[in-house]
């Protein structure tokens, strides 16, 4: 049983910088890793996907984050960061880690079977 652990969340003011990680319970390589989040009264939404099974790594990214946010894996530490600037109110979300195999594409969440609680990301105008 894998375990995922976010850390990070917290608020901040428009035009600001939030740095979530993720730390997996076992080694992450093979499968993909990814960012979902998901805003009061919206449907959960695939954010940011890693894929570090081999050289180059893949990345991949909602449209709406493109150029701002990035996602990153340590391999020594087993974690998986998101970094995001220039945050905007509507990226205010409860954000979560998972891990798994996509079956429909890397950002949606059919195949991820491993999922962390969950961090805040405040965002005020």
């Known amino acids: 049983q894998v375990q995922l652990v976010e850390s990070g969340g917290g608020s901040v003011q428009t035009g600001g910088s939030l740095r979530l990680s993720c730390q997996a319970s076992q080694y992450t390589y093979s499968a993909y890793m990814a960012w979902f989040r998901q805003a009061p009264g919206k449907e959960r939404e695939g954010v940011a996907s890693?894929?570090?099974?081999?050289?180059?790594?893949?990345?991949y990214y909602a449209d709406s984050v493109k150029g701002r946010f990035t996602i990153s894996q340590d391999k020594s530490a087993d974690t998986v960061t998101l970094q995001m600037n220039n945050l905007n109110p509507e990226d205010t979300a409860m954000y979560y880690c998972?891990?798994?195999?996509?079956?429909?594409?890397?950002?949606?969440?059919?195949?991820?079977?491993?999922w962390g609680q969950g961090t805040q990301v405040t965002v005020s105008s």
């Open positions: 890693i894929y570090a099974g081999g050289a180059p790594y893949y990345t």
């Open positions: 998972a891990r798994g195999s996509p079956r429909r594409g890397p950002l949606r969440e059919d195949g991820y079977n491993y």
